[in-house]
């Protein structure tokens, strides 16, 4: 199984409005050129013991050309319950694009992303977030996957900044400040708060 970095955002979705949050995400899929028949396949929420809804894991990876290069990028959602976070009153959607590690990653160490790919990365993030505002968007490692979002539920600033890149709602835009310009790029756009790891991205990705 490879390791994989994640551009993600939640949405407010239960078995209501699973269907339409779905069909959103497929339209979006296929806006930016990925294949989102998986998404139009009927699928219907259906809760795990453990609280989670894994209706919309199984989506196949797909090779998509970049610069050159061939990326592996897998759509991949997973609904989250109070059951799970019993900060929630209701239950959200983690709606992922996944990539391979090995494939963006120019420096383990640092986590400096290959600089072909960051222009294709970063116009993903822009498009997923003009589309989806109830929570940030959030370029993840690994590691940090569902953190920023979980630290914003629960209250635990410790998390907060967990994330390689991210574009901020104006409604959650007090709650991160003033940022640490020594770690992150950052700028205000749309009434947006856009931030870039400094070591990931290693310029501005928004230029």
């Known amino acids: 199984m490879p390791e994989y970095s994640h551009i993600q955002t939640s949405v407010r979705c239960d078995a209501g409005n699973f ?5 959103e995400f497929a339209a979006f899929l296929s806006r930016v050129g990925l294949d ?61 694009l996944l990539f391979w590690n090995e494939e963006i990653t120019a420096d383990y160490i640092t986590g400096e992303l290959v600089g072909k790919v960051t222009p294709y990365l970063w116009d993903l993030i822009k498009q997923l977030a003009s589309g989806y505002q109830q929570s940030g968007v959030y370029f993840t490692s690994e590691v940090t996957d569902g953190k920023p979002w979980e630290a914003i539920i629960t209250g635990n ?3 907060l900044w967990s994330f ?11 709650r991160y400040g003033r940022p640490d310009d020594r770690l992150f790029y950052y700028t205000y756009d749309d009434n947006k708060l856009l931030l870039a790891r400094r070591e990931v991205w290693r310029e501005e990705p928004w230029k």
């Open 36 to 96: 989102n028949s998986y998404f139009c396949s009927g699928l219907e929420w259906e809760l795990a013991d453990n609280g989670f809804m894994y209706q919309g894991g199984n989506a196949d990876a797909e090779e998509v050309p970049v610069e050159g290069l061939s990326l592996h990028v897998r759509p991949y959602v997973v609904g989250l319950t109070p059951e799970v976070f019993p900060e929630l009153t209701e239950s959200w959607l983690e709606i992922n």
């Open 157 to 159: 600033n410790a998390e």
């Open 19 to 23: 269907t339409s949050v779905l069909k």
């Open 164 to 174: 390689d890149a991210a574009v901020i709602p104006v409604e959650l835009i007090e």
